[in-house]
C-alpha cells in the first residue's frame, strides 16, 4: 500500500527504493507462494522507474506482469507497456 501511495504521489525514486528490494530479493519459489502481491509491486516498480524515465528497466518489469498476470493487472500492465514501446 505505502508504494501504491507513492507511485500515485510520484514520489517515484522513493517508490522504486522500496520496491527494488523485494524485486531482487524474491525466490521463484517465495514469486509463487505471494503471486498476485508480486506481481503488482512489480508493476509498481515498472511505473517507478517509468517515472523516472528509466524506460528499459520499466519495460522489463512490466513484461515479467504482462506474461504472468490476469485480468485487471495484465490490462493496466499492458497498456503501461504500449505506452512504453
Aim: a negative charge.
Amino acid at each position: 500500500m505505502l508504494a501504491r501511495s507513492l507511485v500515485e504521489r510520484k514520489e517515484f525514486a522513493q517508490a522504486a527504493a522500496l520496491l527494488e528490494p523485494t524485486a531482487k530479493s524474491s525466490s521463484p519459489a517465495m514469486r509463487e507462494a505471494t503471486g498476485q502481491q508480486e506481481l503488482e509491486n512489480r508493476y509498481l516498480l515498472a511505473l517507478s522507474y517509468e517515472g523516472l524515465k528509466r524506460y528499459p528497466e520499466a519495460l522489463a518489469a512490466v513484461l515479467q506482469v504482462v506474461d504472468a498476470a490476469d485480468g485487471q493487472l495484465k490490462a493496466d500492465a499492458q497498456l503501461t507497456c504500449g505506452s512504453l514501446l
